[in-house]
């Protein structure tokens, strides 16, 4: 195969190329040859697959990287990208080439500045230490690169938390949005969120000193509520920004956050009806997530949601209601009761998701077997033998006479779990 790499074809080569790619480390012996072939290569797609082959491999960090750097100043900007990239396997290891990569945080190609950001998000503090420095150059597209590439350490850029609070606040949408995701990303990492040293020194241009694991267990407790508690009062005060991506990352860092972004409760729950889809879902899975202490008076909000007209966005809502246990069961009970018919399909979805602690919805479910429609029908059968409605099953006997198929298999299902026999459904 390594002889292949010199073949009269192009197809040769770089079929050549993909085998050894194939091997990974077995290749090892291959990578000096793969290492010409990438640089030399006349061919453009020859070149990219003995990247991509060394990437696979893995090996000899010292040579390959060394020749990846080179290629980063190819004038095709797929080579680069694919260079940039297979750093990325290398992690730590290609720690040399943290200074070329932050270069190319500006590249004029957005593939090659996303690959270059991907790699340096998985490279250690040295690559932390770099991006910061990156966020006082005053090009947008170099801070909007450190930006996204810091999100890539999580926890690990904790130390970065006050450089990048400020952006939260920028004009530019775009790098409100990326500070914000930085934050969800860093906050939401429940490892080790690295070193402390902008605790006591927030205005510190310089990597903290690092600690020993006694240091380390001993500051983890303040340091965690510390990037919390900045990450949280962000959140809150851009929740409600006029841009949708800027209030989509303020959201999800909500939900991300879990129980630790209850506090938020009040301040989530009007994105509940929020214009865009997406960001009402995430409304709802931060809702949530948050747990039924810190959100139980949101359950009115949460059964108006469902009637969402997104399918996903329903399926949020119910998780969240079923998150909130039994304190959801009286507004459900209100509706089971008048059966509005927007929000009817929704609340017997979350009734079969509560199961047995909803058992006293059971007479609040009967009289919807025989209701119009054939969805409230099969619905309301599932709810039955999902609750453990044991009283029920004479009316799911008659429900398996149901012209619709789709009732007809709910009313099976719900006396099979009920341990009741019956005839198969028709």
Same mark, same amino acid.
Not at 14 to 39: F, P, V
Not at 219 to 244: K, T
Not at 291 to 316: F, K, T
Not at 374 to 387: H, K, M, N, Q, W
């Given at each position: ?59 000899? #960090?010292? %040579?390959?990287?060394? *020749? !990846?750097?080179?290629? /980063?100043? +190819? @004038?095709? $900007?797929?080579? &680069?990208?694919?260079? =940039? ?8 290891? #290609?720690? %040399?080439?943290?200074? *070329? !990569?932050?270069?190319? /945080?500006? +590249? @004029?190609? $957005?593939?090659? &500045?996303?690959?270059? =950001? ?8 040295? #690559? ?31 130390? #970065? ?266």
């Amino acid at each position: 195969m390594v002889s292949e790499l010199q073949a009269a074809t192009t197809a040769e080569r770089a079929g050549a190329a993909i085998r050894l790619g194939e091997l990974g480390s077995n290749a090892n012996t291959a990578i000096d040859a793969l290492i010409m072939s990438a640089l030399h290569d006349s061919d453009h797609l020859v070149r990219i697959r003995a990247i991509r082959a060394l990437e696979r491999i893995s090996g000899q #960090a010292n %040579v390959t990287v060394t *020749a !990846l750097i080179e290629l /980063l100043d +190819d @004038p095709h $900007p797929e080579i &680069r990208w694919a260079a =940039a990239g297979a750093m990325e396997s290398f992690g730590l290891k #290609a720690v %040399v080439a943290t200074p *070329a !990569l932050v270069e190319m /945080l500006d +590249d @004029p190609d $957005p593939a090659v &500045r996303g690959s270059a =950001a991907s790699t340096l998000g998985k490279m250690g503090p040295v #690559a932390v230490a770099a991006l910061m420095q990156v966020l006082d150059d005053p090009n947008r597209g170099k801070k909007l690169s450190a930006l996204k590439a810091l999100a890539g350490h999580g926890a690990r850029a904790g130390v #970065a938390v006050p450089r990048i609070t400020p952006f939260a606040g920028d004009p530019d949408p775009e790098l409100r949005a990326a500070a914000l995701l930085c934050l969800r990303r860093i906050a939401g990492d429940r490892n080790w969120p690295g070193e402390s040293g902008w605790l006591t020194d927030p205005q510190a241009q310089i990597w903290p000193k690092a600690m020993t694991s006694a240091e380390r267990l001993r500051g983890y407790p303040s340091l965690r509520r510390a990037i919390v508690e900045a990450a949280l009062g962000v959140f809150g005060e851009f929740v409600g920004d006029p841009d949708p991506r800027v209030r989509y990352e303020a959201v999800k860092g909500f939900a991300d956050l879990g129980e630790e972004g209850r506090s938020g409760a009040q301040q989530v729950a009007p994105l509940l009806r929020d214009p865009e889809s997406r960001i009402r879902r995430a409304a709802a899975d931060a809702v949530g997530g948050m747990g039924s202490e810190a959100v139980s008076d949101l359950v009115p909000e949460l059964v108006s949601a469902l009637a969402d007209h997104d399918d996903n966005v329903r399926w949020a809502v119910i998780q969240a209601l079923r998150n909130v246990g039994s304190d959801a069961l009286p507004e459900l009970t209100i509706v089971l009761e008048y059966g509005d018919p927007l929000l009817l399909p929704g609340v017997l979805a979350t009734i079969v998701e509560l199961g047995p602690i909803a058992a006293e919805a059971a007479a609040y479910l009967l009289p919807h077997l025989g209701a119009g429609q054939p969805e409230i029908r099969a619905l309301a059968a599932e709810a039955l033998g999902s609750v453990g409605a044991v009283q029920a099953t004479g009316a799911l006997h008659t429900a398996l006479d149901d012209q619709a198929e789709e009732v007809r298999l709910a009313a099976a299902w719900a006396l099979a779990t009920l341990g009741a026999d019956g005839p198969v459904a028709r």
